[in-house]
């Protein structure tokens, strides 16, 4: 089970993007094309999986109890999503290797570092205390669960594509991640498994027995 609270969990995405852009500049450096838009490709789905776990998560707790700062700050912080949406189609559209492809990157990557630091320097520090640590633990479960959308994992046609899951209804997103266990579910599941032993060999004796 995740001990981390929500802010923890928050910063290590933050942190994990700017690593994934670190390696992305490297490959452009070097001129690895392939390499770049692999890097860039990964990026790209953090970045998009972070806004939309922080959308259904961590904003609608700002609203819930911050009062009219939280909502100040949240509405904030959704139209800055928004900007970094729109920025993320727009590099759809591009070439990785081009300089106009490095050069949004390049922008949105400043913008967001922006709009991270006042999530770790604002908003968080204000919600955390308002909800108090074990709140904050229970949210940073339900903040994990929410990125386990990739291409393929829910059997939703329309979310498989990038530009799809961009596209898709906060609410939809929502309405999709509630069909996954929980983590209190998915632990006792992994408690219940141990000791046991799904042992195919046995199991086709046992058919082949009956
Ligand atoms: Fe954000
Ligand atoms: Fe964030």
Do not use: C
Not at 102 to 126: C, G, Q, V, W
């Amino acid at each position: 089970m995740s001990q981390k609270t929500l802010f923890q969990a928050i910063k290590d995405d933050h942190e994990e993007m700017y690593e994934y852009h670190d390696q992305y500049k490297r490959a452009h450096d070097r001129n690895d094309v392939d390499a770049q838009a692999r890097w860039a490709r990964q990026l790209t789905w953090e970045i998009a999986r972070h806004a939309v776990g922080e959308e259904i998560v961590v904003y609608p707790l700002m609203e819930k109890h911050l009062g009219a700062k939280g909502k100040q700050l949240a509405d904030h912080d959704r139209e800055e999503h928004t900007q970094v949406k729109q920025e993320l189609y727009e590099l759809e559209k591009l070439k990785p290797g081009t300089p106009e492809y490095h050069d949004l990157i390049t922008r949105m990557m400043a913008s967001l570092h922006h709009h991270n630091d006042d999530e770790e320097i604002k908003d968080l520090p204000l919600l955390e205390p308002a909800i108090g640590e074990e709140a904050s633990k229970q949210a940073a479960r339900s903040f994990k669960t929410t990125k386990k959308a990739h291409p393929g994992a829910p059997n939703q046609p329309p979310l498989e594509t990038f530009v799809g899951f961009l596209a898709a209804p906060i609410d939809k997103l929502r309405d999709m991640f509630v069909q996954f266990p929980t983590e209190e579910e998915k632990e006792e599941a992994e408690q219940e498994l141990e000791g046991k032993d799904h042992d195919a060999k046995a199991g086709r004796e046992a058919e082949s027995r009956a």
